[in-house]
T-cell receptor, first 110, second 112 residues
Framework: AQRVTQPEKLLSVFKGAPVELKCNYS??????LFWYVQYSRQRLQLLLR??SRESIKGFTADLNKGETSFHLKKPFAQEEDSAMYYC????????????FGTGTQLKVEL | EAGVVQSPRYKIIEKKQPVAFWCNPI?????LYWYLQNLGQGPELLIR????????DSQLPKDRFSAERLKGVDSTLKIQPAELGDSAVYLC??????????FGPGTRLTVL
């Protein structure tokens, strides 16, 4: 079985402060990990995926297989980063089936 | 590009009534997904289509839920009869094969 855990329902930070959204997963094989974001009144959209190893909107995430984690980080939070963030996993042979975490609401305060 | 289109955006019905949701995927996307998102939860896959074939419907409650994608393009998800616990957001997504999934705006269902 595959499972994604996001321990924080709400994360509140000040503008300019570092951000780390935690994600831990459970999967016996080699997963593919994603971060999706949903801004207010917008649809769910892909932020980044671990195989791309790229930085999107200043966010990065590194897959740590030893700790089974895929935390999302940004050194300096911006007001426009306020949104709901979902970590998701796709397993081998799963045909691109995504298993999502429960999400973390990021609030960036001025 | 319009993206994934879903209708209706909102639906309020009484329990035991039937309800249907419609999805039009991005042009050229052969894979289509229906997800259920309960309040405070992440989306959960109900069914996945590759063209017109349902290749994963293991999470679809088949006693009351049904789906179809007759021509391999648009899809309809139906609930009959609806129960109070079916109140949720129903999301449709599409992808080209196993590439990035693009989500629609969702249909928010309220069962009274």
């Amino acid at each position: 079985a595959q499972r994604v855990t996001q321990p924080e329902k709400l994360l509140s930070v000040f503008k300019g402060a570092p951000v780390e959204l935690k994600c831990n997963y459970s999967y016996s094989g080699s997963p593919e990990l994603f971060w999706y974001v949903q801004y207010s009144r917008q649809r769910l959209q892909l932020l980044l995926r671990h195989i791309s190893r790229e930085s999107i909107k200043g966010f990065t995430a590194d897959l740590n297989k030893g700790e089974t984690s895929f935390h999302l980080k940004k050194p300096f939070a911006q007001e426009e980063d306020s949104a709901m963030y979902y970590c998701a996993l796709s397993g081998q042979g799963g045909g691109n089936k995504l298993t999502f975490g429960t999400g973390t609401q990021l609030k960036v305060e001025l | 590009e319009a993206g994934v289109v879903q209708s209706p955006r909102y639906k309020i019905i009484e329990k035991k009534q039937p309800v249907a949701f419609w999805c039009n995927p991005i042009s050229g996307h052969n894979t289509l997904y229906w997800y259920l998102q309960n309040l405070g939860q992440g989306p959960e896959l109900l069914i996945r289509y590759e063209n017109e074939e349902a290749v994963d419907d293991s999470q679809l409650p088949k006693d009351r839920f049904s789906a179809e994608r007759l021509k391999g393009v648009d899809s309809t998800l139906k609930i009959q009869p609806a129960e109070l616990g079916d109140s949720a957001v129903y999301l449709c997504a599409s992808s080209h094969g196993t590439d990035t999934q693009y989500f629609g705006p969702g249909t928010r269902l309220t069962v009274l």
